[in-house]
């Protein structure tokens, strides 16, 4: 079946916070700011993209931009020609600041194409976040896109799962993101290959801690989200990251680095705690931070067709 000449679907995609402290590979928090995206279908052979916002002078405007990477992906994995498409994307989630940009691009595209091929093709969670996966290599952040919340995910032997909690309404959000960028594969890099089992059971304890602090028990974020698999080991090269955690975290805020840095996530137990922690940054902080204030999006990704207003 070939996709009409015309139809046309509109993505919003939330930005995500991955690891949460200790649950590295595999806790993830949606949060309230989305990126959009407009796909029509237009004549074959054809690819236009318009891109506004965060990363629009950076990113490609050919078949490499990750949007239609994704799209690729699915029409390949359903079997169907890929028609011409136009694209308008609208940018909101910071590049390169660790809080799941590259995933959410890969849902946005994943959930267009989910739309564009209704009534043909029916995409499920399941076959979502499996070539989701595919392509971001992980599903903690990729999971909280899709689906919203609080999500613990992992990979058995048939494939990626999840499951999604509800947080705490006492849980307040907010991430101080700064000028400067970090890439996920050099963070990576610089952790080693094999940890002691004594770290290894440190960052049990605290991500089991974590889901009781975060569906259940607030007061016990400090203690939740202590970890010792990743933030220490790229903590020389996000000197100012490094700085701002253990700041925080000093004066009693849920401080940890969101995703692979250099943004910093704060887990406050309250929305005035919240205000503490801006102010604490605003006034002692030694670099630029802008303090994103925000709530946990427990909806994940949403596509409609323009035509029918379809969800």
Do not use: C
């Not at 995409?123 to 976040?129: I, K, P």
Request: hydrophobic fraction near 45%; proline fraction near 5%.
């Amino acid at each position: 079946m070939t996709t009409p000449l015309g139809r046309s679907v509109s993505v919003r995609v939330p930005a995500t916070s991955a690891n949460l402290g200790p649950g590295f590979d595999t806790l993830g928090l949606a949060l309230s700011v989305y990126d959009e995206l407009e796909v029509t279908v237009i004549d074959d052979g054809r690819l236009e993209i318009e891109v506004e916002g965060a990363g629009a002078g950076d990113v490609p405007r050919d078949a490499s931009h990750l949007v239609v990477r994704a799209i690729t992906h699915a029409f390949a994995a359903a079997g169907r020609r890929l028609p011409g498409l136009a694209l308008r994307a609208t940018n909101v989630i910071p590049h390169g600041r660790g809080m799941g940009s590259s995933g959410a691009a890969v849902v946005s595209g994943l959930l267009a194409a989910k739309g564009l091929l209704a009534g043909d093709v029916e995409l499920g969670s399941e076959s979502l976040l499996r070539l989701a996966t595919e392509l971001e290599g992980h599903p903690d952040n990729v999971a909280p896109a899709l689906f919203g919340g609080l999500t613990i995910a992992w990979v058995d032997e048939t494939g990626p799962q999840h499951k999604k909690l509800l947080v705490h309404r006492g849980v307040s959000p907010i991430v101080f993101v700064p000028e400067f960028t970090m890439s996920t594969s050099v963070a990576r890099g610089l952790q080693p290959a094999q940890f002691s089992r004594e770290d290894a059971v440190f960052n049990v304890s605290r991500s089991a801690l974590l889901i009781a602090a975060l569906t259940q028990s607030p007061e016990l974020l400090l203690a939740a989200t202590e970890d010792k698999l990743h933030q220490s080991y790229r903590a020389a090269a996000m000197p100012e990251t490094d700085r701002l955690v253990q700041a925080l975290r000093r004066a009693g805020f849920a401080a940890v680095v969101s995703g692979a840095g250099p943004s910093v996530l704060v887990l406050a137990d309250g929305p005035g705690r919240r205000l503490e922690a801006a102010r604490l940054v605003a006034s002692h902080a030694d670099t630029p931070w802008e303090a994103l204030m925000l709530a946990v999006d427990f909806k994940g990704g949403t596509v409609r067709d323009n035509a029918e207003g379809a969800t």
